[in-house]
C-alpha cells in the first residue's frame, strides 16, 4: 500500500479537491458535506466514504478503494469522514500525510497552525 498511497497519486488527487478552499473542485466538494458528516462507525462504512468523495468529486481509483480503503478499520473510516466534515464545514484546507503501521495504525486527525486539518494515515 505504500506504493499506492506513496506514489502520490492519491494524495494528490485529495489535495486538488480538498486543498484549496478558494478553488472550484473545493466548492464543489462542500455541496456534499452532509454525506462526510452521515457517515458512522460500522462494518461496510468505507463504501459510504467511498461513495461520499465520488459525489464530492474525487477519483477513487478501483486500486485505492480495494487496496486501502476497504481495509482500514471502521474507526479509521469514520476519522477521516469526520475531519473532511469538519473542513468542509469550516472551510479549511485538508491535507493528507501517511505513516507506517504498527503501534499508530489509525488515522490521526489534527488542526494545523494555520488553521487547516491534518489526516495522518497509515498505510500497509
Known amino acids: 500500500m ?3 498511497v506513496g506514489s502520490g497519486d492519491v494524495i494528490k488527487e485529495l489535495k486538488r ?16 458535506t452532509d454525506l462526510f458528516g452521515g457517515i458512522g462507525v460500522g462494518v461496510g462504512n468505507w463504501q ?3 461513495a461520499a468523495y465520488k459525489a464530492a468529486g474525487v477519483t477513487v481509483s478501483s486500486a485505492w478503494q480495494t487496496m486501502y480503503l476497504e481495509k482500514l478499520s471502521p474507526e479509521n473510516i469514520y476519522a ?3 475531519a473532511r466534515f469538519d473542513g468542509l464545514t469550516r472551510g479549511v484546507a485538508m491535507k493528507v500525510k501517511i505513516h507506517p503501521p504498527g503501534g499508530a ?8 497552525a494555520d488553521g ?9
Open 105 to 112: 495504525d489509525k488515522v490521526d486527525v489534527s488542526r494545523e
Open 17 to 32: 479537491v480538498f486543498g484549496d478552499p478558494k478553488s472550484k473542485a473545493y466548492a464543489t466538494a462542500q455541496t456534499k
Open 80 to 82: 477521516i469522514a469526520q
Open 2 to 4: 505504500g506504493a499506492l
Open 48 to 50: 459510504a466514504l467511498v
Open 116 to 124: 487547516s486539518i491534518m489526516i495522518d494515515s497509515p498505510y500497509s
